[in-house]
Structures are given as structure tokens and as C-alpha cells.
């Protein structure tokens, strides 16, 4: 018996709309970054993309749990001399919810060049209205 290895050509790629209204941000990163990866699927190949776009909306209602909206911040450097800066989570998800959580299904994808194939397969939005209703997504519930 034979081991099936999928082909980059041979993808039957699918398009999912998720609604993160009310899901914790874990959570919700850690299911779209499967469905990315094609983790869902039963052709799954390691070292090939077999993985589906993803549409996630509604980010500004993503939940976080526990106190992290006070004790988590997002860190990154500007590259000069004493350039570390820091934003608490609560502020980043009132501002910038789109980043946190495209940043947040980054974390969780291969980080390597199929990686960084995979992440321009989501599609991230503040509100309820998306660009892609030509593609005709499912909707996903994550719960």
C-alpha cells in the first residue's frame, strides 16, 4: 500500500468565511491556521500547500480570556537604539484588530517560505463586509 502525496497542482482548494465575534483570539488563530495549512483535509502533505483560503470578519468583536487584555502586550523593535515599544492588547484590539489577529494565525504557521505562501491565503476584516462574495464562501463556525 502506497502512501498518497499531494501535488501543488492537484489542490482542490475551497473558500470559509469565520466570524470571530466572541471567539477567543487562540482559539480562533489556531483553527484558521489549520484550515490554512490543510490540516482538515485527508490529502494533507507536510511539504506541499494543501491548504483552503479563509476570510475571517468581525475582528474587532475577538475575545481574549482572562486578564490578558490588561498583561499581554504586543512587543516589537524599530531597529534603533532603545527602539523596543510595546502596546497593551486592549488597545492593539481597539485600534488594530485585523493585525493582532493576523499576526496571531501567523505565529502558528510554518516559518519558512511555504509559510509565508500560506498566510497570503487569509483575509482579515474589521467589520461584517468582505471583498471575496464572488469565491462564494462557507461559513465555519468555530466555537
Do not use: C
Not at 499531494?6 to 482548494?13: C, F, G, L, Q
Request: no cysteine.
Amino acid at each position: 500500500m502506497k502512501t498518497y502525496m499531494a501535488k501543488a497542482d492537484e489542490v482542490k482548494r475551497e473558500w470559509y468565511v469565520v466570524d470571530a465575534t466572541d471567539v477567543p483570539l487562540g482559539r480562533l488563530a489556531s483553527k484558521v491556521a489549520a484550515i490554512l495549512r490543510g490540516k482538515n483535509k485527508p490529502v494533507f502533505t507536510p511539504n506541499v500547500d494543501t491548504g483552503d483560503y479563509v476570510i475571517v470578519i468581525n475582528t474587532d468583536k475577538v475575545a481574549l480570556t482572562g486578564r490578558k487584555e490588561e498583561q499581554k502586550y504586543y512587543r516589537y523593535h524599530t531597529g534603533y537604539v532603545g527602539g523596543l515599544k510595546e502596546i497593551r492588547y486592549d488597545k492593539l484590539l481597539a485600534e488594530k484588530s485585523d493585525f493582532a489577529v493576523q499576526k496571531a494565525v501567523k505565529g502558528m504557521l510554518p516559518k519558512n517560505s511555504l509559510g509565508r505562501q500560506m498566510i497570503k491565503k487569509l483575509f482579515v476584516y474589521k467589520g461584517s463586509e468582505h471583498k471575496q462574495q464572488a469565491q462564494k464562501p462557507q461559513a465555519l463556525v468555530i466555537d
